[in-house]
């Protein structure tokens, strides 16, 4: 990355707003590569990880970073806001980077996978930090980057990732094991044995609901794959394409898409001369009702996005100083909006007919920019949140988003108006529309919105 010949840092220093870029960068929808966008539909696609039992691919849409060597614990502890006490090969963690500021750059899973091991899953902005961290300080690592397929789909991956999700998710691992499977611990990593091959499993849901991420050699994916598929036949197994995949963090409360907070600072502009113009901090968009020339108003703390629970002060890291002065103050709280049946029918309403018309909303994945912020009102107009990930869930038979709310307004019950559109008939993104802001009434729910979530969350936690 330190040899690209134009640096992110080039491209905030050449633009009077680097907000008001990324709002018109010409960046279409996220895509999700390889997967097909749906195996049967995605009403029922959605409908299985509730009800029956699914199979998530999970094998390309995500960068992996292996970080090995002496240095490496030393280095991953510095650069996330977990506590790595007791943590030893065999675990996992939802691995958490903020900014000397203390904003949040992003998150990603950590798997522990053996000694002086590690593997990093997720989108690219923390193991970028992490790439460019380990080279500035010269520890004694090595790095083997696996990237996502976004810009080369045919390009063969290190390692296949499925997710076997839903209520009889652990009927067919048994059936696939040939017996009893050894369940781990939530965030813990077993062996399963499947067509014949020993591969590793880690206790964790993407839904929020039972099952296990089935990972191992890439060659190996399209066997474990077709034996998956078969032993799940007589449950009611469904394949999730593209098009339901995104939308299972709705129901399970995970935003999974904060702005990275690197734009700004001078202690950050060394990393940004470092970044390419074309990484997925350059090559993002926002969008939505929100907008702000100030990109810092963009930026997110482990309070807004629910991550308090997992921030710890027992061992130095980039932010700990700032986010220790935040701990002392008010913070934010994530919820999930259900969003006004009538007021969503009035918008798609709207594009049936002469007149304005409302922002299309795409179904079941609403997004249509990789950083979506649109503005949520009370009942006197004024700005009271910021909603981000959106769209519908057929199991709930309603549009969600996942917001943050001021403290005040983070009650269950509590009734907003979220605005949807962008404001002077849109930016000039490709996804983009002419269009007219439209109110759309929300109601404040709880993180995870759907009860079986609720339910499964408590007792991984017990």
């Keep these: 990355m330190s040899t690209a010949k134009r640096s992110l840092q080039d491209v905030v220093s050449s633009v009077s707003s680097i907000s008001e870029y990324l709002y018109n960068n010409q960046t279409g929808a996220r895509v999700y590569p390889v997967v097909l966008p749906e195996y049967s539909n995605w009403r029922e696609e959605q409908r299985a990880w509730r009800e029956t039992v699914c199979l998530f691919d999970l094998s390309y849409h995500m960068t992996d970073l292996y970080v090995k060597g002496p240095d490496a614990f030393r280095l991953l502890n510095t650069l996330t806001i977990n506590s790595f006490r007791g943590f030893e090969p065999g675990r996992a963690k939802q691995m958490v980077a903020t900014s000397p500021d203390g904003y949040v750059i992003g998150d990603v899973i950590l798997f522990y996978l ?33 990237e996502w397929s976004v810009s080369d789909p045919n390009r063969p991956r290190k390692t296949f990732r499925f997710q076997v999700q839903g209520p009889y998710a652990g009927a067919v691992l048994e059936k696939l094991n040939g017996g009893p499977v050894q369940q781990p611990k939530f965030f813990h990593m077993g062996w399963i044995t499947i067509a014949g ?17 089935i990972f191992g050699p890439a060659e190996l994916g399209p066997e ?29 409360g995970w935003i ?10 001078e202690s950050l502009r060394e990393y940004r001369e470092w970044l390419p113009a074309t990484s997925y901090e350059g090559g993002g968009s926002l969008g939505g009702s929100f907008f702000s020339r100030n990109i810092e108003d963009y930026y997110l703390t482990p309070w807004d ?65 990789t950083w979506m912020y649109d503005k949520v009102l009370n009942g006197k107009g004024e700005m009271v949140g910021i909603s981000t990930f959106c769209g519908y869930s057929w199991n709930e038979r309603k549009m969600l988003s996942l917001a943050i709310m001021n403290p005040e307004y983070a009650q269950p019950g509590t009734e907003v108006v979220l605005v ?31 009860e079986p979530a609720r339910e499964y969350r408590a007792a991984v936690q017990r």
């Design 256 to 265: 999974p898409s904060p702005l990275p907070a690197v734009y700004t600072g």
């Design 420 to 450: 949807w559109g962008e404001e002077g008939g849109g930016s000039r993104k490709p996804s983009v529309e002419p269009h007219t802001q439209m109110q759309i009434r929300a109601t404040v729910g709880p993180v995870p919105y759907a």
């Design 305 to 369: 996005l629910g991550y308090d629970h997992i921030l710890k002060f027992d061992h130095d890291f980039f932010g700990r100083e700032a986010l220790e002065a935040k701990a002392k103050e008010p913070h934010r709280q994530k919820v999930t909006l259900a969003w006004n049946s009538e007021d969503v029918a009035k918008v798609m309403a709207s594009w049936f007919g002469p007149g304005p018309n409302g922002k299309y909303i795409d179904l079941p994945l609403s997004q249509y920019a």
């Design 224 to 252: 474990i794959k077709a034996a998956i598929l078969e032993a799940g036949r007589e449950f009611g197994i469904r394949h999730v394409g593209s098009r339901a995949y995104a939308t299972n963090t709705l129901e399970s």
């Design 197 to 213: 091959h020993r591969v590793r499993i880690l206790h964790h849901g993407m839904a929020s609901v039972q099952g296990g991420e």
């Design 114 to 146: 053996d000694k002086e091991l590690f593997q990093l899953v997720g989108r690219p902005s923390v193991a970028n930090w992490v790439e460019f961290q380990a080279q500035k300080g010269r520890y004694n690592v090595e790095l083997e980057r696996d």
